[in-house]
């Protein structure tokens, strides 16, 4: 599909049928993105550093609200939903990094 432009969209229906286009390419993007965590919590361990590092959490959140500002996105919204996702893919790699711990 496609995507057009919302203001050349006429009815719900149509705009639906986006919208939901477009959740589809996020959650296939966030599972690339998921992957690389993934990866990120068997290297760190081999490398000395634990799952959370604040410094790069807060690099990656103000990445984000730039880029958001650039594209036209609320910043804030962005830096609210990254911080979300990160903080639940921290999660993910302790997890996976302590399972690492214990074979």
Known sequence: MTLRNPKDIDTMADLRAQIDQIDLE????????????????????A??????????VNEVVNNVRRLAT?????????ADMWR??????IAREEQAMSKGDTE
């Open 26 to 45: 996020l959650i296939r993007m966030l599972s690339i993105r998921q992957s690389h965590i993934d990866r990120a919590a068997e290297i760190k361990p």
């Open 70 to 78: 650039r594209e036209g996105f609320d910043a804030q919204t962005a």
């Open 84 to 89: 979300l996702m990160v903080d639940n893919m």
């Open 47 to 56: 490398v000395g550093l634990p799952a959370r590092i604040d410094d790069r």
